[in-house]
């Protein structure tokens, strides 16, 4: 990999080590901290009150989405798969898959799999939208059945508010991460054509990034 392969990971790893940071420290400077304050304030406010038809709908919704989203990560992912094992890919294999990640050179020497080569690692991140989006869809339905089960005496030790908030996060953070996906996808599908354009992809992402996760929160 090049420098600007090198410095375009590094600054797309870096930014989300730093909210992650920010989130942990102070949840209510980001808005992943923030939103994670008001679901759980939302899950007390419609277990407490039995708010049955609202916990469905709104669970329904995201059900929706997950689904929507994972189908096109998988046919994303697919497809991408189907091009590169084409019978015309001939300089497809683990030698030279070898040699393009740990030669700089390689782009030059072997251009046919050094193509191929990022193709699957972008098919690699639709495989693993897909998989967060099935993770989250799993949570969501457990959330929409949990969450209407209401604290009987056999029960209080299963359900809970603390429970239930931290099921829906944990769907909403995997939701949140296949999205995340999509993102990347966007610089990604930019190195096929250079290494610049994805390092300069992967720093229009991050300004984009910055100001939906922590700049709008401290306007706000």
């Not at 916990?55 to 046919?75: D, E, G, K, Y």
Request: net charge positive; glycine share 4%; aromatic share 16%.
């Amino acid at each position: 990999m090049d420098f600007y392969t090198i410095s375009a990971l590094t600054l797309l790893i870096g930014y989300h080590i730093i909210l992650i940071t920010i989130t942990k420290i102070n949840p209510q400077n980001s808005f992943q901290g923030r939103t994670g304050i008001l679901r759980k304030q939302w899950v007390a406010h419609v277990y407490n009150n039995k708010k049955d038809m609202v916990v469905i709908q709104t669970v329904r919704n995201w059900l929706l989405s997950t689904i929507h989203f994972a189908s096109a990560s998988l046919m994303f992912a697919l497809g991408i798969i189907g091009y590169v094992m084409k019978d015309d890919v001939t300089n497809l294999n683990l030698h030279l898959m070898r040699e393009v990640f740990f030669d700089p050179n390689a782009t030059t020497l072997y251009p046919d799999a050094t193509f191929s080569f990022k193709l699957l690692i972008i098919s690699f991140v639709f495989f693993m939208n897909f998989t967060n989006f099935l993770i989250s869809n799993r949570g969501f339905i457990h959330l929409g059945l949990t969450s209407t089960v209401y604290a009987e005496e056999n029960t209080k030790e299963l359900v809970s508010v603390d429970w239930l908030s931290k099921l829906m996060n944990t769907a909403q953070l995997h939701f949140t991460l296949g999205v995340r996906g999509f993102y990347f996808a966007i610089p990604l599908s930019l190195w096929l054509i250079s290494s610049k354009f994805f390092f300069g992809g992967a720093v229009c992402l991050i300004f984009i990034l910055a100001y939906v996760d922590l700049w709008s929160c401290r306007k706000a």
